[in-house]
């Protein structure tokens, strides 16, 4: 129906039908259809060139693009689009675009691609960092941000820094959720020893364990 109003030249209907299409393409991927997930993401990209003033519009649309092209292997054509997006946007992130970025990276290190995956999942952590500040339900999303950059850290092979990350994800769940506090712990725990601090990593793994008995439920 939307794209029956687009084609009427129903101005209107356009943006709403680039919201369709990237929607459509992320229900699309799940189903493991990959190469319909990537048609849809495509069009939803090309369609909201239209209008120079659908920046943000078009920036999701091209991360969603680039996270499609990785899962086709086409990482070169990926990494363009994603470094359009960024250009468009670092001003003025939003949830979904910096969900987009979280996962690209995460889509990107799982290709082995690990030095572009650190730079991506550095500008998706600021983009939380940016949301967590105005909007507290983003919050809990920085942490998790903080734990998947120092993943990607150690995975580069850059230790002291993945250590540095890891500590402030400890430290951000110590606030705001105990829950993850454990599983912080240990990942903390193995950066640390990697780094030769034995004895702190020793006492992070002593912690993650009284936090994981603390939180079962035969200790309430």
Known sequence: ???????????AAEPVLVRALDNQSGHVAVLGR???ALALAAEAAGLARADPAWGQLLATALVTLANRLVKAGRLAEALDAEREATG???AYPEPVLARGMSA?????????EHAEAVVISERALAMW???????PGADERLGQSL???????YELGRWADAVELSAECVSHHRRSAEQQLAADLRRHAVFLEKVGREHEAAAAAEEAEKAEKAESPASK
């Open 1 to 11: 129906m939307l794209r029956e109003l687009v084609d009427e030249g129903v101005r």
């Open 34 to 36: 990959s190469e319909d």
């Open 88 to 90: 468009i946007v670092e």
């Open 104 to 112: 690209l990276a995460a889509g990107l290190a799982e290709a082995g």
């Open 129 to 135: 960092r940016t949301l967590a500040g105005r909007d």
């Open 147 to 153: 734990s998947e950059h120092a993943d990607r850290l």
